[in-house]
T-cell receptor, first 108, second 115 residues
């Protein structure tokens, strides 16, 4: 089974940096995804980590520690359009299980 | 254009009236799945399919059926809808379940209301 924990809500200022944490307990771990979801829309892929370490992709970076069951998503130079929910999704053998998401509000 | 399509996008129906939500992908993906999303509960998997004629239950399969007769289509069937199935439904597909490039692509969502 999967047990995923991420903060429910966060608020950050435009231009700042924010880190969204995710801890998980899962059987048959096979990598971890981060998705972005704007209200009422479909989730869209942000990043995928299967090995320990940091993956950087423009303003977004994602980190994974398999031994600690921990990941974070780092968003730099925040923009108003980054206001969305961010979903942590560890993958087991055949399923992708989503956390409840972190709603990020970016304020001027 | 590579995409996952769902129909209908919005549906209001009544308790007990059978309905089908269609899902189609044009990327020749093997893996397809259905999720429902509810406030405070996040995305929960209903059913998934590894390939044609291969389906399995996700975390919340009660009250739903699926079929996978063709690779591109994965319809979700509610034989006797009830109000607790009012939700936002997403179909998703990916090329493989356990590979480095198997990002899931999501359809636009179907907002279902059961009265």
């Amino acid at each position: 089974g999967q047990n995923i924990d991420q903060p429910t809500e966060m608020t950050a200022t435009e231009g700042a940096i924010v880190q969204i944490n995710c801890t998980y307990q899962t059987s048959g771990f096979n990598g971890l995804f981060w998705y972005q979801q704007h209200a009422g829309e479909a989730p869209t892929f942000l990043s995928y980590n299967v090995l320990d370490g940091l993956e950087e992709k423009g303003r977004f970076s994602s980190f994974l520690s398999r031994s600690k069951g921990y990941s974070y998503l780092l968003l730099k130079e925040l923009q108003m359009k980054d206001s969305a929910s961010y979903l942590c999704a560890p993958r087991g053998s055949y399923q992708l299980t989503f956390g409840k998401g972190t709603k990020l509000s970016v304020i001027p | 254009e590579a995409q996952v399509t769902q129909n209908p996008r919005y549906l209001i129906t009544v308790t007990g009236k059978k309905l089908t939500v269609t899902c189609s992908q044009n990327m020749n993906h093997e893996y397809m799945s259905w999720y429902r999303q509810d406030p405070g509960l996040g995305l929960r998997q209903i059913y998934y399919s590894m390939n044609v004629e291969v389906t399995d239950k996700g975390d919340v399969p009660e009250g739903y059926k699926v079929s996978r007769k063709e690779k591109r289509n994965f319809p979700l069937i509610l034989e006797s809808p009830s109000p607790n199935q009012t939700s936002l439904y997403f179909c998703a597909s990916s090329s493989r379940v356990a590979g480095p490039t198997d990002t899931q692509y999501f359809g636009p969502g179907t907002r279902l209301t059961v009265l």
